[in-house]
């Protein structure tokens, strides 16, 4: 097995129609040999579909698939040398473990011996060692879900797709898989396109992110700058928790405001690029602080509500024209917010970002 | 886009318990199952415990009529074209009814109705009515042959009814659904993913049919082909009616038995190996494919 397999992939302006339906919208993407990319987004946003034109099980309406610098569109699935995981696991019920890991060897023709062999390390790799004999009925959704990918990657293949492959699974496995998927990634080095509407999954596995809108990719980029930097009010909404709050940007006295309703609020400088036009300025909860009625800094407001949720403290305030959702720790000597009390809601405005105004996105209904 | 698993699939049946739980008056489960017992006892086990009955006394306990059976080289003609003809249109229900249920199972929504329902149609027409109709057209004078004729494809009409060939045209347009139906049933319930899965892993779409969905649709085969074989043996009407003079089957013998000889007794033997034989088959489906599946359940 080669040490380092991962080969890269292109999208180029890939589409694919439905009658007048477009799903998948002239996307380009390159994943380099080896990334972990994952395509994310809401169910309808065309990343299955990119997924299964890239398998092959669907011919792209337009566009091609380029795998290591050669076009593979007119392949048939079997051609390609791709790992897929599925969401259920599309384990062979009727096959043992060892038969399933086997199978896509045995379809290469390998000798029996060299096949028993590969199975066999490969079970330990993903850590299956001693259940070559079992049917996939007798396992744990965990141990399937190594089965499967111990059968993606078996035959050594370029690039490993994974369809939303913890879906089936409890919270707990859940996290435990995102870590061994990733450790199987860094071990085989293959090359990783990941689909999940889960954006906690994304950022946590993820070396970078394809967002996808309705059939187009909203933003591409590392999990810091999806949630961080956000392009868009749809990439704000969908990573993490956001407060957008709508207004003008103007500079007064060297520095950036944002006047709405709200009142002129402080934003960074990197706004500039938004002088004298609509922009929404997004509030990370976690980036906010709450401080003290009578303090001099920050935006006045009244608590709504504030509700433990474990790790942090939620706290919703109402500003003028806004309510702020606002996380704090719950380390002793924090703030403690009284729901009904006067607050006033603080930040760095280097831990702000702005995003282009309500545009009417006419040009987006395809 | 995103499949979701069938979550359909099971207990859809859940809300069973529908009768309110103020209701007055409700039948306890048993008594349900009471008149159904007592139907049966009453239209089922009584005429068979007769036949047995007949079939061993003649007059006083006998074996008379048994071994009549296995002395007449004739009857045991008419078991062995029994099951030749059921045999037969065992295989031919198979090779016709396989493709058929694997394009219902794979197929979208709306074709699966229309073929469900041109197969599920037939079953509304009496098997006489059915019958009849073929030898209107496979007769010297039928559509067909006259078809043929006028085409210039045979010279004089070909014998298409009264023989072999009409009892087997008649008998698989019968029995056909009985083998879509349950070959349906199993392959319906097979993730398409998993075809999906051997494609993406290096198998042709033949190799992955043959490795993955055929193993699997295996339980409908044996389901199938066990139901329309078990029916197959105990036809009567569409032999009767479509074949001829050289296929006597056990289901016309014992016809004859009853109503020309008045042989109550070899042809209550008759009726009980035919019985013998049917069980055996069934047993044998049974402890392949579970009970359950032969008869239309699901398997736990």
Not at chain 1, 198 to 212: F, P, Y
Not at chain 2, 146 to 151: D, G, R, V
Request: aromatic letters at 8%; glycine letters at 10%.
């Amino acid at each position: 097995m080669a040490d380092r397999p991962g080969i890269s992939l292109s999208l180029r302006v890939l589409t694919k129609r439905y009658g007048r339906q477009t799903v998948v919208d002239a996307v380009e993407l390159d994943v380099a040999a080896g990334e972990f990319l994952t395509l994310l987004g809401p169910s309808g946003s065309g990343k299955s579909s990119i997924l299964m034109m890239v398998a092959g099980f669907t011919p792209p309406s337009s566009g091609d698939v380029v795998l290591g610098g050669r076009s593979v569109a007119s392949l048939a699935p079997e051609k390609r040398n791709i790992g897929v995981v599925f969401q259920n696991y599309a384990l062979f019920p009727h096959m043992t473990v060892a038969e399933n890991v086997g199978f896509p060897l045995k379809m290469r023709r390998l000798p029996r011996a060299e096949r028993d062999a590969r199975v066999t390390e490969t079970l330990a790799r993903v850590g299956l060692a001693g259940f070559d004999g079992r049917l996939p009925a007798q396992l744990s959704g965990g141990q399937q879900q190594r089965v499967a990918l111990a059968r993606a990657l078996v035959f050594a293949p370029g690039l490993l797709l994974m369809d939303e492959p913890l879906g089936a699974l409890d919270r707990n496995l859940r996290e435990r898989m995102k870590h061994e998927i990733r450790r199987i990634h860094a071990e085989f080095g293959v090359t990783v396109v990941y689909v999940t509407h889960d954006q906690e999954e994304a950022l946590t596995m993820s070396d970078r992110i394809a967002l996808l809108d309705r059939g187009r990719i909203a933003q591409l980029g590392t999990a810091r700058e999806i949630y961080e930097r956000p392009k868009t009010r749809f990439v704000a909404e969908f990573v993490g928790e956001s407060s957008l709050i709508p207004g003008t940007l103007v500079e007064d006295g060297g520095r950036w405001w944002l006047d709405g309703s709200a009142g002129r609020l402080p934003v960074p400088r990197e706004a500039a690029a938004f002088a004298g036009r609509s922009a929404l300025l997004m509030l990370r909860p976690e980036k906010l602080r709450l401080v003290a009625a009578e303090s001099r800094s920050g935006v006045p407001g009244t608590v709504i509500e504030a509700v433990f949720v474990g790790e942090a403290l939620r706290t919703v305030v109402r500003i003028e024209g806004a309510a702020i959702v606002v996380k704090t720790a719950t380390r002793a000597g924090e703030f403690r917010p009284i729901v009904g009390a006067p607050v006033r809601v603080d930040w760095d405005p280097a831990d702000l970002a702005v995003l282009p105004g309500e545009e009417r996105a006419t040009a987006d209904l395809a | 886009m995103d499949a979701a698993p069938d979550l359909n699939s099971g207990g859809t049946g859940g809300g069973g318990g529908s009768a309110p739980a103020a209701s007055p008056w409700r039948p306890r489960p048993d008594w349900l199952v009471a008149f159904a017992l007592v139907f049966f006892a009453v239209v089922y086990a009584y005429p068979l415990v007769r036949l047995v009955a007949w079939s061993f006394w003649a007059p006083g306990f006998t074996f008379r009529n048994f071994a009549q059976i296995v002395a007449e080289p004739a009857y045991l003609q008419a078991f062995y074209n029994t099951v030749e003809i059921a045999g037969i249109a065992t295989a031919v229900c198979l090779a016709l009814g396989y493709p058929l249920a694997y394009l219902m199972a794979t197929t979208d929504p709306r074709p699966r109705m229309i073929l469900g329902a041109l197969i599920l149609i037939p079953f509304w027409t009496s098997v006489l009515v059915r019958t009849l109709a073929w030898v209107v057209l496979l007769g010297r004078n039928g559509i067909i042959n006259q078809a043929l004729l006028a085409w210039g494809l045979v010279e004089r009409p070909i014998p298409l009814v009264f023989n072999n060939i009409g009892v087997q045209i008649g008998m698989v347009h019968v029995l056909l659904p009985f083998m879509v139906l349950p070959l349906y049933a199993v392959m319906a319930r097979i993730d398409p993913s998993l075809v999906t899965a051997a494609r993406s892993l290096g198998a042709s779409p033949a190799r992955a049919f043959l490795a993955v969905f055929a193993p699997l649709s295996l339980p409908g085969v044996v389901a199938g082909a066990s139901l329309v074989f078990l029916m197959a043996l105990g036809f009567y009407v569409t032999p009767a009616l479509l074949g001829g003079p050289n296929e006597i089957t056990v289901a016309t013998l014992i016809e004859i038995m009853v109503r020309d000889l008045l042989d109550w007794g070899s042809g209550a033997a008759l009726g009980l190996l035919l019985l013998a034989g049917v069980a055996s088959v069934f047993a044998a489906g049974a402890v392949y494919a579970g009970a359950g599946r032969l008869v239309g359940a699901e398997r736990a």
